[in-house]
């Protein structure tokens, strides 16, 4: 999909460029010139150009954010779990940035937020229009992050995605191999969707709003098959060898029990390349046996 006219190229910034966020960047670099912000600017993966600030400090910030961005992908992930690390990442780390920015001519600010936003427990289907209820203050949190971004002035997008799993992502895989995950039947509905289909999730509605395209201003991004915990652990171990259940196992989930209807994202054009945990988890398997 083309995104610019003649040979003007779009200027991105990737306000966190750690896991996802260096993912998008180096995607987006292929036809974008990209800034990656973060701090440590060694860690931000070339061509994409390095920029080390800390994005709570705001005077540090206003001097080295560049000029006539087009859009803006803030992916943060907390330095601290506490409610004071989600509170840095999600709504102060935004508020200097955007405050950084200011007269910038941006087309579009994507805001990456999580389905912890919603609190239900009761196996239900759940979308971009069901009643946001977080359970816990990190959920809290992520919330008033997106009203911020929602409320800039700048045409926003938020996308929430579910558990993000992959190669570079194991520690759900590692913890049932090592006997450390065996829940109960049955089991809370679990969500997920793989890190590549993640960041073809954010580049895909980039290219589409930076094509003039029009988007909506939120996508729960989830993969095609909600599955209970147990159903997945158990084709788990049907697929390798897996330690007998340890003493000190987890029994059970922590986020709730709800199915993400990722219709909206579909319906905008995008395709998975991993439809199911199924599809994700076995390239991961065999990836590990080869590797």
């Known amino acids: 999909m083309a995104i610019t006219e003649g040979t003007n190229r779009s200027r991105i910034l990737v306000a966190g460029c750690g896991a996802l966020g260096g993912q998008v960047a180096l995607e987006m670099s292929r036809d974008c010139e990209v800034f990656g912000l973060r701090r440590t600017a060694a860690r931000v993966p070339a061509p994409v150009t390095a920029i080390a600030a800390d994005l709570l400090k705001p005077e540090e910030l206003k001097a080295v954010v560049p000029s006539d961005l087009d859009a803006i992908v803030y992916c943060l992930t907390p ?116 890190e590549r289909d993640a960041c073809s999730t954010l580049c895909h509605l980039l290219r589409k709003s930076l094509a003039g395209h029009s988007i909506a201003d939120c996508y729960l991004a989830s993969d095609c098959k909600p599955a209970r915990l147990d159903e997945v652990v158990d084709w788990l171990c049907e697929q390798v060898p897996c330690t007998p259940p340890k003493p000190e196992a987890r029994t059970g989930g922590r986020a709730g029990s709800k199915r993400c209807n990722n219709r909206r994202l579909l319906d905008s054009g995008f395709e998975f390349q991993y439809p199911d945990y199924r599809a994700g988890y076995r390239e991961m398997l065999e990836q590990n046996r080869t590797g």
């Open 79 to 194: 330095s601290n779990y506490d409610r004071e690390g989600y509170e840095a990442a999600f709504v102060t780390g935004l508020r200097n940035l955007l405050n950084a920015i200011d007269g910038s001519p941006v087309r579009r600010l994507i805001f990456v937020s999580s389905s912890s936003v919603y609190g239900q427990d009761d196996d239900s289907w759940i979308d971009e229009t069901s009643e946001t209820r977080p359970s816990r203050y990190t959920g809290e949190k992520i919330l008033e992050g997106e009203t911020l971004a929602l409320d800039s002035g700048l045409p926003a997008t938020v996308v929430r995605f579910s558990g993000i799993y992959g190669p570079s992502r194991q520690r759900f895989l590692e913890s049932v191999v090592n006997g450390m995950l065996v829940p109960t039947k049955p089991a809370p509905y679990t969500n997920r969707i793989h």
